[in-house]
C-alpha cells in the first residue's frame, strides 16, 4: 500500500491523523489531537479505500474529497514538515559531548532531567539558586521545600544537591517510607542515608572510609564536635565512638591495610546491619593488620536502642566535621517524602518525638555541640491552607517565610518554555536546525493536561510527550 503526504489515514490504538510526511518506510502521521507520531506501518490504514494507490498531488488542496479545512491545516503542515531537515552543513558536536546530549535524550524520555542540565532544564532556576545560596552559611540550618502532589519536590531537591554541590558541599539523601527509613528508625534512616555521599569530586562505594582518607591526607588528627564549653555524659557518646573508629581507619591506612576491611568497615561506619564489630574485630586480629596496635570499633550509634536517636544526631555533626576537614564546605542533606511521617502508630510517634528533640536541641541552638555547617532540606506538603508541614513549622522554621520556599504548579507558559529548553537539547543532539514550534509544544500541554491520570506529575507526563512527539517529527539520525 502507498501512503502519500495528505492521505487521510487511521492508525490503530492512536486514532485518525493525515500523512505529514513519507521517508522511505517511515511515515510520519500527524494525528488530529496534534500530535506527530511515526508508527509502525503494518498500523495505519487508508481512511478511504477509493483513494489508496490513486496518483494524487501532493497538494491536498487538488483532492476534492477533503474538506478545505482540513486541506489547507495539511498544506500548511507539510510545507512546514518539508523545510525541517537536518542540515550538513552544522558542524557537528565533539563524539563525547554528542554521547553525553544523546545520553540526555534518553533520560527525558522517561520523564527525568538529567543531572548534567538540571539548572537549564528547571523554570525558576535563579530565584532557587538564591533561595539555596541564602540558606547555606557556616552555621547549621533547617530548610523547607513545600508544594503539592506533582508540583516538582523531588527535582527541587535535586537541585538543591546540585547547587550545593557546586557551591563544595558534599551531599546525601534520603527518602521516608515511613518504616525501614523513618525519623523513628535512626539505623535505617542512616543506613540509607549515609551511601548516598556525592560530590563532582566524590563518589565512591565506601564514602565513609574514603571521606576519612581525605580528612587524614589533609592532616586531620580525629573528630570532635563537642563545644569548648560543653560538659558532656561521659558515657557511650557517639563523638567518642566516631573519632574511635576514625583513629581504627587511619592507623589501618598508615599500615596500607585498610582495603582488606575498607568494605565491612564502611558497612559498620554506615550502619548496616549486616556488618558486626564481632566479626570485623575478628577479622582485623586474625590478619594481622595493626600488628601489635591495642584497637576497639564501636556502632557509630550506640548499642541500645534508646541511645539511638541522639547517636544518629551526633554521627550527622561527626561526618560533617570529617567533611570539612577533607576540604568541603559542609555538608547538605536533604528528606525527601516526609509527608508519610505523619501516618504513624504511638510507637513510632514516640521514637519519632526523641530524634526531633535531639535535632531542635542543636538547630535552635542551646546545645552542646560546636556550630558545624549541616543544612537539613525537607520535602514537605502543606496541609489544608496552612503553611508547610506543620511540624517542621513549628518546631524547626518559627514561621519564617525565608525558610520555606513554596513551590505551585506549572502554567500552560512554563511547560510552553520547558518544551522550548528541551528542543534545544534535542536539535543540539541530532543536528537538526529548525525553528521550535510553539504551537505543536501548546498542543501536547493540552493533549497531556487532559489525559494525565490523577497523583502523576503533569511535568513528568508533558517531557515523555514532548519527546515522542519530537520524535514523530523528526525522526533520529542513525547513530
Not at 6 to 16: F, I, N
Not at 279 to 296: A, P, S, T, V
Amino acid at each position: 500500500m502507498t501512503f502519500r503526504p495528505g492521505d487521510r489515514v487511521l492508525v490503530r490504538g492512536k486514532g485518525s491523523g493525515f500523512v505529514a510526511r513519507v521517508d522511505g518506510l517511515k511515515i510520519a502521521v500527524k494525528l488530529d489531537m496534534g500530535l506527530t507520531i511515526t508508527p509502525a506501518i503494518d498500523t495505519i490504514t487508508l481512511k478511504s479505500k477509493d483513494t489508496a494507490g490513486k496518483q494524487e498531488s501532493a497538494d491536498p488542496i487538488a483532492n476534492p474529497s477533503e474538506p478545505k479545512a482540513v486541506a489547507a491545516t495539511v498544506k500548511k503542515q507539510v510545507q512546514e514538515i518539508l523545510t525541517v531537515q537536518p542540515v550538513s552543513k552544522r558542524s557537528d558536536p565533539s563524539v563525547e559531548k554528542r554521547a553525553i546530549l544523546l545520553r540526555d535524550i534518553e533520560s527525558l524520555r522517561f520523564g527525568i532531567v538529567p543531572h548534567g542540565r538540571i539548572d537549564r532544564l528547571t523554570m525558576g532556576y535563579e530565584n532557587i539558586l538564591q533561595w539555596v545560596k541564602k540558606r547555606l552559611d557556616d552555621k547549621p540550618s533547617v530548610s523547607e521545600v513545600c508544594g503539592a502532589f506533582g508540583t516538582g519536590k523531588s527535582h527541587t531537591m535535586s537541585l538543591v544537591r546540585h547547587i550545593g554541590r557546586n557551591l563544595n558541599y558534599l551531599t546525601a539523601k534520603v527518602e521516608i517510607d515511613g518504616h525501614d527509613v523513618a525519623l523513628s528508625n535512626p539505623a535505617g534512616l542512616s543506613k540509607a542515608l549515609w551511601p548516598t555521599l556525592e560530590h563532582e569530586s566524590f563518589r565512591s562505594t565506601t564514602p565513609i572510609i574514603d571521606l576519612s582518607i581525605r580528612a587524614i591526607e589533609k592532616g586531620s588528627n580525629g573528630i570532635k564536635i563537642q563545644s569548648k564549653t560543653a560538659r558532656p555524659d561521659p558515657k557511650e557518646r557517639s563523638e567518642e565512638r566516631c573519632d574511635q573508629n576514625f583513629k581504627v581507619t587511619k592507623l589501618l591506612h598508615a599500615r596500607e591495610t585498610l582495603d582488606e576491611v575498607s568494605c565491612d568497615l564502611d558497612g559498620l561506619l554506615t550502619s548496616a546491619d549486616e556488618y558486626s564489630v564481632t566479626e570485623i574485630q575478628r577479622k582485623i586480629k586474625d590478619g594481622n593488620l595493626l600488628g601489635g596496635h591495642q584497637f576497639e570499633l564501636k556502632p557509630p550509634l550506640g548499642r541500645l536502642v534508646r541511645d539511638r536517636p541522639r547517636g544518629f544526631v551526633e554521627t550527622l555533626l561527626a561526618y560533617t566535621s570529617l567533611a570539612t576537614e577533607a576540604g568541603f564546605e559542609g555538608l547538605i542533606v536533604t528528606i525527601d517524602e516526609f509527608e508519610i511521617e505523619q501516618q504513624q502508630n504511638k510507637s513510632q510517634i514516640q521514637k519519632t518525638t526523641d530524634l526531633v528533640v535531639f535535632l531542635a536541641e542543636y538547630f535552635l541552638g542551646g546545645s552542646q555541640y560546636r556550630e558545624l555547617p549541616l543544612s537539613i532540606f525537607f520535602a514537605t506538603i502543606a496541609e489544608s491552607d496552612e503553611k508547610g508541614d506543620k511540624l517542621i513549622r513549628t518546631i524547626f522554621l518559627e514561621d519564617n517565610d525565608n525558610q520555606r520556599y513554596q513551590l505551585s504548579g506549572l502554567q500552560e507558559k512554563d511547560l510552553i518554555d520547558l518544551a522550548r529548553l528541551i528542543f534545544e537539547t534535542y536539535s543540539e543532539a541530532y543536528l537538526i536546525k529548525a525553528e521550535f514550534d510553539k504551537d505543536t509544544a501548546k498542543r501536547t500541554v493540552e493533549h497531556v493536561k487532559a489525559n494525565a491520570a490523577g497523583g502523576l506529575s503533569v511535568v513528568r507526563e508533558f517531557i515523555k510527550a514532548w519527546l515522542y512527539t519530537l520524535d514523530g517529527l523528526y525522526p533520529p539520525l542513525p547513530q
